[in-house]
């Protein structure tokens, strides 16, 4: 069998546990981080399709990401160990002459394989009329472009499988949250609360500031976006991405202590504090089971 289809055909549904109790709010915890080691969590969820098809056609996978960038990561790892070409069109050109100054996540990416790009971050930023980028692009014949984050149909049909394994529980969830930078993740768990008819609220957590065009993005990517009763909370992102606070960093330490569960600093403990500050705000006259959708990005703890 193909070496891709018998990978995901091996993977187990990843496992889902218990908390804490918050005034009658039942918290518990989908690990997804437990999927794999390096295509972690969402990012191997974002990828699943699209590796098939590219394995299928045998096209080399480009995409685009920052130094820190868990899907860029993911991407590496992906075409490492399905032996897939892969290239990485990194922002920040003075990153090419000086190595030295590469993030864990670029040197993990470069050893593994993937051929990067470093291009201005005014290229970066139009990427579609940059001639810089295309001239990039062309040098690869076949190839799949992946959007910035991994964020495409193919990968609202992965995130979609986390809501098949949460309805195999049985177990009945009022509310599922869940971090958002794209917004390819919510969009997928929409359309996966939808297929599985399941009556579960979803809540989205931004982790960058001010990006208005999210729920549009999410309602472009998601079928099932009006069955759903699903929003965005906008007070989590503590100033915008990668941004942090005493606040945040003390109550990861706490959280990861308490749970002995790892959370990284950019998406999983933003939404972790959202869930608890919002259980410790609501009303305790009303039992509910609130699952929170750990989505990995270990990879980027430093
Ligand atoms: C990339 C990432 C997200 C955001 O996913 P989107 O689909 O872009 O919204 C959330 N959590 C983790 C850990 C990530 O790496």
């Known amino acids: 069998m193909n070496l891709i289809t018998d990978f995901f055909q091996r993977l187990a549904p990843t496992p889902i546990r218990y908390l804490t109790t918050i005034n009658r709010k039942h918290l518990y915890i989908k690990q997804d981080y437990l999927n794999h080691s390096s295509i972690q969590g969402n990012k191997l969820r974002k990828l699943k399709y699209t590796l098939l098809e590219a394995a299928n056609q045998q096209q080399t996978l480009i995409s ?44 993990t990416a ?27 692009i062309q040098q690869y014949p076949a190839h799949q472009l992946i959007a910035e984050g991994g964020s495409n149909h193919q990968s609202v049909y992965g995130s979609m499988e986390v809501m098949a394994e949460v309805a195999a529980t049985q177990k009945k969830f009022t509310t599922l949250f869940a971090a958002c930078g794209t917004g390819g993740t919510v969009a997928g768990l929409i359309d996966g609360v939808a297929k599985q008819c399941l009556c579960c609220q979803i809540i989205g957590i931004p982790v960058l500031k001010g990006n208005d065009d999210l729920t549009k993005d999410i309602c472009q990517l998601s079928q099932a976006h009006q069955q759903v009763n699903w929003h965005l909370n906008p007070h989590y992102h503590f100033g915008g991405y990668a941004k942090t606070s005493a606040k945040l960093s003390a109550f990861q330490q706490y959280f990861e202590q308490q749970f002995q569960i790892p959370l990284d600093p950019v998406y999983t403990a933003k939404l972790c504090y959202a869930v608890f500050d919002l259980a410790a705000n609501a009303p305790d006259n009303h039992t509910e089971n609130w699952l929170i959708y750990h989505s990995g990005g270990l990879q980027g703890r430093g």
Request: glycine fraction near 8%; hydrophobic fraction near 40%; proline fraction near 3%.
């Open 64 to 107: 685009f990401g920052g130094a820190y960038s868990n899907h860029i990561a993911a991407l590496a790892a992906a075409g490492y160990i399905f032996h897939l070409p892969t290239v990485g069109i990194i922002r920040g050109e003075e990153l090419a002459a000086q190595p030295k100054r590469w993030s864990k996540t670029l040197i």
């Open 110 to 136: 470069y050893q593994q394989g993937m051929q990067l790009h470093f291009v201005s971050r005014a290229a970066y930023r139009n990427k579609q009329q940059s001639t810089e980028i295309q001239a990039i």
